[in-house]
């Protein structure tokens, strides 16, 4: 019988206060959590709608394989990796990680699940807050990708708010190239965000995914799109 293996490898302060990370091996597995929360942030046992958020995100996207892409939220990884399947040598890809020690687990073996994407010549990691990317651009992206936190509301940390609030948001559609497209990863559905992003001036179409590609739970995904 295989032994169950449920270690500790790591923790991490997330900053400005906003609480600690703990990073788990979980038997074949890898999992992120928010100490004090109940369940897993995100695990590498699925991610189809990771995927699925930088797939819808850059069909959307006019001359993809060229596209100027902005993540929010490295995560585990699988969004970047996602990203990098579609976008050419031509594009540029920047991931945008609050907490460095984040970074430093994709480049363990937890990175090996989605390929080492931070090690792509095309990545660029800037270890900061993805707001600070979105405030200073000016028609520069064709994608934003945010998966901050687990939706609009900044659950676990409420400085993500500020990315979602209105002034956030128009941040975002200034940053945006017209044609450019913003995708937000959720857990839930949230209808006054979908309300924010349309008096913005997005066009705004929802989608629901299955964590786990076609079964399990349903993740919600937000394309938004400039005009």
Partial sequence: MKMRIN????????PDNGGELLFYQRSDDYTIEVAGMTGEL???AHHGSEDALAELALRKVRNASEASVVIGGLGMGFTLAAVLKIVGMKGKVIVAELVPQVVDWNK???GAFAGYPV??????????DVLDLVRYGS??????LLDTDNGPEGLTHARNNRLYSHRGLQ????????GGVLAVWSTHAHDPFTRRLALV??????????ANRDK????????????
């Fill in 119 to 128: 090690n792509d010549p095309r990545t660029i990691v800037h270890v900061g």
């Fill in 171 to 178: 941040s975002a559609y200034n940053a945006l190239k017209p």
């Fill in 42 to 44: 995100m695990t590498t």
């Fill in 7 to 14: 270690r500790l490898l790591d923790r991490a302060l997330i």
């Fill in 216 to 227: 399990g739970t349903k993740h919600h995904l937000w394309f938004a799109v400039r005009p």
């Fill in 139 to 144: 028609a520069t992206y064709d994608a934003i």
């Fill in 201 to 210: 001036g997005f066009r705004v179409e929802e989608r629901k995914v299955h």
């Fill in 108 to 110: 363990g073996p937890m």
